[in-house]
């Protein structure tokens, strides 16, 4: 079945740091690929996403890159700031049924 | 976009009790709902798939007598949590696709059950 794996946190970065979060996939087909942010005691909030090989979903600063040839998408950010702090989610869509898999979270912490 | 909208956000319930969570598409019409739970820094997991006019296809693992979904139109599913104990404590959120396709799915605030 579909899977998603994603780097293990939690991740501790100082304000204007440069951040990294990696995720790779395994999925029959063609999934979309999304990344979602939680904040404390709320629900999921789409990030960004790419539909489909080579696309570079992007969002506050945030991107990420569908690569087919690694099975990646690899979400970036070029400097952090504190309200980036919270509970990050790579997750893929079956084209076909329409559910979601997802990656186990990485909690972000962003210092002052 | 497309707007999902989860009530309540919050209920605390006594054991024994059932609590119904509500999840709405508000401004699209979506024949397939999805219903996940997470545990506590966790990620989140798929309990069922509700589809509009027919029975929820549930997940393995999880129990259809104890968690019934329903979904009686295009706008509307339901989960209610029957006879509820403290292990039922945890966030659950529900997310709609919508009906002409597209792989994205919109997901509601979610609903944070205490059961005590």
């Known amino acids: 079945g579909d899977s998603v794996t994603q780097m293990e946190g939690p991740v501790t970065l100082s304000e204007e740091a440069f951040l990294t979060i990696n995720c790779t996939y395994t999925?029959?087909?063609?999934?979309?690929l999304f990344w979602y942010v939680q904040y404390p005691g709320e629900g999921l909030q789409l990030l960004l996403k790419?539909?489909?090989?080579?696309d570079k979903g992007s969002n506050k600063g945030f991107e990420a890159t569908y690569r087919k040839e690694t099975t990646s998408f690899h979400l970036e950010k070029g400097s952090v700031q504190v309200s980036d702090s919270a509970v990050y989610f790579c997750?893929?869509?079956?084209?076909?049924?329409?559910?979601?898999?997802f990656g186990d979270g990485t909690t972000l912490t962003v210092k002052p | 976009g497309a707007v999902v909208s989860q009530h309540p956000s919050r209920v605390i319930c006594k054991s024994g009790t059932s609590v119904k969570i509500e999840c709405r598409s508000l401004?699209?019409?979506?024949?397939?709902m999805f219903w996940y739970r997470q545990f506590p820094k966790q990620s989140l997991m798929l309990m069922a798939t509700?589809?509009?006019?027919?029975?929820?296809?549930?997940e393995q693992g999880v129990e259809k007598d104890k968690f019934l979904i329903n979904h009686a139109s295009l706008t509307l599913s339901t989960l209610t949590v029957t006879s509820a104990h403290p292990e039922d404590s945890s966030f659950y959120i529900c997310?709609?696709?919508?009906?002409?396709?597209?792989?994205?799915?919109?997901f509601g605030q979610g609903t944070r059950l205490t059961v005590v």
């Open positions: 997310s709609a696709r919508l009906r002409l396709g597209g792989n994205e799915a919109f």
């Open positions: 790419a539909t489909k090989a080579d």
């Open positions: 509700s589809n509009e006019g027919s029975k929820a296809t549930y």
């Open positions: 997750a893929l869509s079956d084209g076909n049924a329409g559910k979601s898999t």
């Open positions: 401004d699209f019409q979506a024949t397939t």
């Open positions: 999925a029959t087909g063609y999934p979309s």
